[in-house]
């Protein structure tokens, strides 16, 4: 299976200021279509799962322009512009290109 | 809209077998493929499996010789069996939409404790 391994676990931040989380794959996360099917999700406390990015840096319906995502084959990032307070939570990475799908450990956003 | 809603008991006994099903409303079963996400208590997302509406599935290799998935398209429904439980199959189960190697809509989730 794909081990995806995410950094830091967790992740303290002003409110204002940007943030950046790792998401690193064992394996390259090409495809033979050439896209990386790599995805961001956010979950909050008590609610479900939450699109953020798919295919590495395409938005989902909704979610602000301050989240983007970037990377290619086995090492990618998601960065958040300016934190907010609805921000907090975990966010997760998993790939849709091999299978089994598999996601990242998580990593924790709380606010200083 | 699509909006999914998971169903089945809370509480099943060790050895037993699991049955969850997810109503899908806003979108055909017919038209792609859906998945299971579970999240054991306290800890991280784990993919389940999915099933498409063609027969194709693809399971969670530690779970395959266990999970059984199907699809009801009288009722826009697909659904979860994981036979022999046991504890460490407790967790918030989460149906979800396929959509090309990602997971476009979450069902809230539905709690499952294995205990005697």
């Known amino acids: 299976d794909v081990v995806l391994t995410q950094s830091p676990l967790s992740l303290p931040v002003t409110l204002g200021q940007p943030a950046s989380i790792s998401c690193r794959s064992s394996?390259?996360?090409?495809?033979?279509?050439?896209?990386?099917?790599l995805n961001w999700f956010h979950q909050r406390p008590g609610q479900s799962p939450r699109r953020l990015l798919y295919?590495?840096?395409d938005r989902a319906s909704g979610v602000p322009d301050r989240f983007s995502g970037s990377g290619s084959g086995t090492d990618f990032t998601l960065k958040i512009s300016r934190v907010e307070a609805e921000d907090v939570g975990v966010y997760y990475c998993?790939?849709?290109?091999?299978?089994?799908?598999?996601f990242g450990q998580g990593t924790k956003l709380e606010i200083k | 809209q699509v909006q999914l809603q998971e169903s089945g008991p809370g509480l099943v006994k060790p050895s037993e077998t699991l049955s969850l099903t997810c109503t899908v409303s806003?979108?055909?079963?017919?038209?792609?493929?859906w998945s299971w996400v579970r999240q054991p208590p306290g800890k991280g997302l784990e993919w389940v499996g999915y099933?498409?509406?063609?027969?194709?599935?693809n399971y969670s290799p530690s779970l395959k010789s266990r999970l059984t998935m199907s699809v009801d398209t009288s009722k826009n429904q697909f659904s979860l069996k994981l036979s022999s439980v046991t504890d460490a199959d407790t967790a918030v189960y989460y149906c979800?939409?396929?959509?090309?190697?990602?997971?476009?809509?979450w069902g809230q989730g539905t709690p499952v404790t294995v205990s005697s």
């Open positions: 979800g939409r396929d959509n090309m190697g990602s997971i476009d809509c």
């Open positions: 806003g979108d055909s079963v017919t038209n792609t493929c």
């Open positions: 099933i498409c509406y063609s027969g194709t599935t």
């Open positions: 394996q390259s996360l090409v495809y033979s279509d050439g896209n990386n099917y």
């Open positions: 295919k590495v840096s």
């Open positions: 998993m790939q849709g290109t091999h299978w089994p799908y598999t």
